[in-house]
């Protein structure tokens, strides 16, 4: 039952504030409704393994045995808790932002909300595709109707993209089914299934690339930026913060497990278009100048570092990529809280227009110059732990893949401090008036830096929540 | 049975009542009471004897199977009354005609769904063609309403024609007009057998518009007034669908690999036609037109399959295409401008009409939550479990299905994201607001129960 309430608590809260009018009011009920599901996650994620409340099934469509079947182990807890502080800090963050009729703009975000929840937490593939698309379809909206120029254009590409994705999983979904000893849709069925050398080779492929839309991996990503830089903040940072977890998150669930001989023969082809990525989206980076883009490929570059670590084989490498894909959730977020309030209270996005904003935000710059840090993954800040084991990992796997890979953290110094320099330090613009942090965006980024110190100093515990899944999946993929 | 008996009589009485009333909109209520007496007496079918017990000689045979379509056909009649009633009375001056016209196609109904001989099969599409022919051209000072009614009535004869001389080769195979007798005799292969059966398929692909017979839809469904293209595209679809089903029911097991191959081909090119085509439409009727034609080629995967998961398909198809496809039309015949832009800014004009659009079209476009996307869900594992031989086509499906995507959401663009001109509100009672909420919240309720309308084929 506390697995369902993740999802039904922003579910029914989402619903409601349909009907809500006043605007304080609807800001209210949404940073409570996402507070409170972080007060049922954390409780959820510190009970002891194997406790009853982990799992959760009930009969949903009994003629075709697909249940309503949750389950909450490693990699599920690490995204959980990530969606659940991050739309506590979004809600914090755009706590002085108006938008107009926001009543639906705050449902739509806690409908996503409990989307992603649903697809963290499903057990049964058709449960599963069902949150994968509903998580979709609250954020198309919030991105048409709130996003900037070119909006309907570039969100409709977004969604057709990921769509055609999806139904090729579908049809995955569907011949799997058909194959499973019990006819059935759970996991545990999904895992037990035996597929012949040809279906494997075709099936990987159908789930593979709707999982690399999503997350983006190179050549799939061409939709990212474009949706990042026009959606409204607020849904950038789920988009980028929690969305492209949904990519990782469901090739650690539905792909390795289920794959796990083709998933080693194709390791290597996957890892080499990851970096590829990698290096391709931090060489467009450098030459950014608007933040929102710059920004959005960077994050392309953390995710191809994340996906070869995912197919890298190895335990350290999986629980780098579970570490990391939490924390680099918080730091994104961070980088957006930024990017929004300067855009908020300049209407620029240009760094080529901006600087010297130091003098008039010391506060902010601070701020920005800690998250950016953790970005590129320094010592003592929360990147770094994740970065070391996944670079570990690939060294494990090919050493000269960690080499090559490992250029991007220098791109990475380079186009971030770059940024800094030019928003921040240099001849003050004197047409830009920047009034520093307001109290709740305050709050946030504190929080955030909060986060970055602490998982970078002492990062067992979170490091213990993925710890027994990493393993798990090391040894499936490497029987 | 029932609705066979009650069909044609409500429809002598929607007649003669016709003659008693002085105003239109006496003749669209008795017509909602009758619908919902039929709708009574075919519900009691599914737990009672009929209320004539009649011997038909075999050439009938109630199953729970036609049943239930019946009832959901029903359902959507009646829900198509009380949305289009208003919008019926404008097409001309006699509304208790078209009303009992649309009774009989409902006898016609009755009888395709529980045929077991292929006589009946040849009466029942010809009861339901006949009354169309009429309501197609019922606009008759509409020179394109004239010409959409002449043209769907030469097309219509000539396949009636070739559907007569298919069921004559049959006879001349098996000897009999029976279904079973298809499957009994197992039959050794002859040419007319097999002669007869392709020129009976042709016949009934043209009926449900599946590619290459299709032509004739864009233009009927254009030309024809908006209220009747409603009924044609969801019922009668719906009807020769099912007909079509059990003619091949009993069949299949006669040419059973190189049957599956002429359907996969008819079916991949009525999904490519359907969709591709629609994408460059204009006008949202059109495009819903060519949307009926890529939708059909979804159902054809029952045929395709025949197997439970397509029956259950079916239903489920019936009930998310029909729904979807009458609420838009209901609200489409009250637009002023039937094009995509004619929809801009709709969302500030009717806020509650556009959620409920928002929902129609994402159950045509398969999107979970919504019943569209069980649907499509029941077809493509349907395919999926004659085996995986073909898995282009259920590749192509999806494809076509993501094809879609594109044409329906250019309404929702138009109706949340574009400002439009016009900023009146439709002229429509409240009733009709709450009635088209209620409709959508049926669709997202089978959308996430669809078990509920699958567990009446099996008690």
């Keep these: 039952m506390i697995l369902s309430s993740f999802i039904f608590i922003p579910l029914l809260v989402g619903l409601l504030l349909f009907f809500v009018q006043q605007q304080q009011l609807v800001k209210a009920l949404s940073l409570a409704a996402s507070v409170a599901v972080l007060a049922v996650v954390l409780y959820a994620v510190y009970l002891p393994a194997g406790h009853a409340s982990l799992s959760y099934s009930t009969s949903w469509l009994g003629s075709i045995n697909s249940n309503f079947a949750l389950l909450l182990?490693?990699?599920?807890?690490?995204?959980?808790?990530?969606?659940?502080?991050?739309?506590?800090?979004?809600?914090?963050?755009?706590?002085?932002?108006?938008?107009?009729?926001?009543?639906?703009?705050?449902?739509?975000?806690?409908?996503?909300?409990?989307?992603?929840?649903?697809?963290?937490?499903?057990?049964?593939?058709?449960?599963?595709?069902?949150?994968?698309?509903?998580?979709?379809?609250?954020?198309?909206?919030?991105?048409?109707?709130?996003?900037?120029?070119?909006?309907?254009?570039?969100?409709?590409?977004?969604?057709?993209?990921?769509?055609?994705?999806?139904?090729?999983?579908?049809?995955?979904?569907?011949?799997?089914?058909?194959?499973?000893?019990?006819?059935?849709?759970?996991?545990?069925?999904?895992?037990?299934v035996v597929l012949t050398a040809k279906e494997q080779a075709y099936f990987f492929w159908f789930f593979f690339i709707a999982f690399a839309i999503k997350m983006p991996v190179f050549p799939f990503h061409t939709w990212q930026p474009d949706a990042y830089e026009t959606s409204p903040t607020g849904t950038t940072m789920v988009l980028s913060g929690v969305m492209v977890k949904m990519g990782l998150f469901a090739v650690i669930r539905w792909l390795l497990p289920v794959f796990p001989d083709m998933s080693d023969k194709m390791a290597n082809i996957i890892i080499i278009f990851s970096i590829i990525g990698m290096l391709?989206?931090?060489?467009?980076?450098?030459?950014?100048?608007?933040?929102?883009?710059?920004?959005?490929?960077?994050?392309?570059?953390?995710?191809?570092?994340?996906?070869?670590?995912?197919?890298?084989?190895?335990?350290?490498?999986?629980?780098?990529?579970?570490?990391?894909?939490?924390?680099?959730?918080?730091?994104?977020?961070?980088?957006?809280?930024?990017?929004?309030?300067?855009?908020?209270?300049?209407?620029?996005?240009?760094?080529?227009?901006?600087?010297?904003?130091?003098?008039?935000?010391?506060?902010?710059?601070?701020?920005?110059?800690?998250?950016a840090l953790a970005n590129i993954a320094l010592p003592l800040t929360n990147g770094f732990i994740g970065e070391f084991m996944m670079f570990t990992g690939l060294?494990?796997?090919?050493?000269?893949?960690?080499?090559?890979?490992?250029?991007?953290?220098?791109?990475?110094?380079?186009?971030?401090?770059?940024?800094?320099?030019?928003?921040?330090?240099?001849?003050?613009?004197?047409?830009?008036?920047?009034?520093?942090?307001?109290?709740?965006?305050?709050?946030?980024?504190?929080?955030?830096v909060a986060m970055i110190f602490v998982a970078g100093v002492y990062p067992k515990p979170l490091l213990q929540l993925g710890e027994a899944a990493g393993q798990v999946i090391a040894t499936t993929v490497t029987k | 049975m029932n609705l066979i008996i009650f069909g044609g009589l409500l429809g002598v009485v929607m007649m003669f009542g016709g003659l008693l009333m002085k105003q239109k909109h006496q003749a669209t209520l008795l017509a909602t009471v009758l619908m919902a007496l039929l709708l009574v007496l075919n519900s009691w079918e599914l737990y009672h004897d009929p209320v004539f017990v009649v011997n038909t000689k075999d050439m009938l045979e109630t199953t729970r199977f036609g049943l239930l379509l019946n009832e959901i056909m029903l359902a959507a009649g009646l829900i198509y009354f009380l949305l289009s009633g208003r919008d019926i009375e404008k097409v001309g001056n006699h509304v208790a005609e078209y009303y009992a016209l649309m009774f009989f196609i409902f006898a016609g109904v009755g009888i395709a769904t529980s045929y077991t001989n292929l006589l009946m099969l040849f009466l029942g599409i010809e009861i339901i063609s006949i009354p169309l022919y009429i309501l197609t051209a019922a606009d008759k000072r509409n020179l394109k309403s004239v010409e959409a009614g002449l043209k769907y009535f030469l097309m219509g004869s000539f396949s009636t024609g070739i559907m007569l001389m298919g069921i004559a080769l049959i006879y001349g195979g098996t000897g009999s007009f029976l279904l079973t007798k298809f499957s009994i005799l197992g039959a050794p292969m002859s040419y007319n057998l097999v002669g007869g059966m392709l020129l009976v398929l042709v016949a009934m692909a043209f009926k449900v518009s599946a590619a290459p017979?299709?032509?004739?839809?864009?233009?009927?469904?254009?030309?024809?007034?908006?209220?009747?293209?409603?009924?044609?595209?969801?019922?009668?679809?719906?009807?020769?669908?099912?007909?079509?089903?059990?003619?091949?029911?009993?069949?299949?097991?006669?040419?059973?690999?190189?049957?599956?191959?002429?359907?996969?081909?008819?079916?991949?090119?009525?999904?490519?036609?359907?969709?591709?085509?629609?994408?460059?439409?204009?006008?949202?009727?059109?495009?819903?037109?060519?949307?009926?034609?890529?939708?059909?080629?979804?159902?054809?995967?029952?045929?395709?399959?025949?197997?439970?998961?397509?029956?259950?398909?079916?239903?489920?198809?019936?009930?998310?295409?029909?729904?979807?496809t009458i609420g838009l039309f209901a609200v489409l015949a009250k637009m002023e401008d039937y094009t995509f832009n004619g929809f801009n800014g709709f969302s500030k004009r009717e806020p509650m009409i556009a959620v409920a659009l928002t929902i129609f079209l994402l159950s045509l476009a398969g999107i979970p939550l919504t019943v569209g996307f069980f649907s499509k869900y029941y077809m493509v594992a349907a395919a999926a479990?004659?085996?995986?031989?073909?898995?282009?086509?259920?590749?192509?499906?999806?494809?076509?299905?993501?094809?879609?995507?594109?044409?329906?959401?250019?309404?929702?663009?138009?109706?949340?994201?574009?400002?439009?001109?016009?900023?009146?509100?439709?002229?429509v009672a409240p009733a009709f607001r709450y009635l088209l909420i209620g409709v959508a919240a049926i669709v997202i309720f089978l959308g996430v129960m669809p078990q509920w309308i699958l567990q009446y084929l099996y008690f």
């Design chain 1, 395 to 448: 060294y494990q796997y090919n050493p000269w893949y960690a080499v090559v890979a490992g250029i991007s953290i220098i791109f990475a110094a380079v186009y971030t401090l770059g940024m800094i320099q030019k928003v921040f330090y240099g001849e003050l613009n004197t047409a830009v008036k920047v009034v520093d942090l307001k109290a709740m965006q305050w709050l946030a980024l504190a929080l955030i």
């Design chain 2, 213 to 324: 017979f299709h032509f004739w839809t864009p233009d009927v469904y254009d030309g024809a007034p908006t209220v009747f293209t409603s009924f044609m595209a969801t019922i009668v679809k719906v009807a020769a669908l099912v007909a079509f089903v059990k003619l091949f029911e009993g069949s299949y097991s006669i040419i059973e690999g190189k049957w599956q191959m002429v359907m996969a081909i008819i079916i991949a090119l009525t999904l490519l036609i359907g969709n591709i085509t629609a994408v460059f439409q204009q006008s949202v009727k059109r495009m819903l037109a060519y949307s009926s034609i890529a939708q059909a080629g979804f159902m054809l995967f029952a045929l395709f399959a025949m197997n439970n998961w397509g029956k259950e398909g079916i239903v489920l198809y019936a009930a998310a295409y029909s729904l979807a």
């Design chain 1, 280 to 371: 391709y989206a931090s060489l467009i980076a450098m030459k950014q100048d608007n933040i929102k883009r710059l920004i959005a490929y960077s994050s392309i570059a953390h995710i191809g570092l994340m996906s070869a670590g995912l197919f890298a084989g190895n335990t350290v490498a999986y629980n780098g990529v579970l570490v990391q894909m939490f924390n680099h959730g918080i730091n994104i977020i961070g980088l957006w809280i930024v990017v929004d309030i300067i855009e908020q209270q300049t209407g620029i996005r240009k760094m080529s227009e901006l600087g010297g904003l130091a003098q008039q935000a010391p506060r902010l710059t601070i701020m920005l110059v800690i998250v």
């Design chain 1, 73 to 192: 182990d490693g990699p599920a807890k690490i995204t959980t808790l990530l969606t659940a502080v991050s739309f506590v800090l979004i809600f914090l963050a755009t706590w002085n932002n108006n938008y107009a009729n926001s009543s639906s703009y705050y449902a739509l975000m806690l409908l996503s909300m409990s989307g992603l929840m649903g697809v963290f937490l499903s057990a049964d593939a058709l449960l599963f595709y069902f949150f994968w698309e509903l998580a979709l379809i609250p954020v198309y909206f919030l991105c048409s109707i709130w996003g900037g120029e070119k909006r309907i254009a570039v969100t409709f590409k977004f969604f057709i993209y990921t769509f055609i994705g999806s139904v090729l999983m579908l049809i995955g979904i569907i011949y799997l089914y058909n194959k499973t000893a019990d006819q059935s849709f759970a996991w545990n069925s999904f895992k037990a």
């Design chain 2, 385 to 427: 479990a004659t085996g995986g031989k073909y898995l282009w086509l259920m590749i192509l499906a999806m494809l076509c299905a993501a094809i879609s995507v594109y044409y329906y959401f250019r309404v929702i663009q138009a109706m949340y994201f574009k400002d439009g001109e016009i900023v009146s509100s439709l002229p």
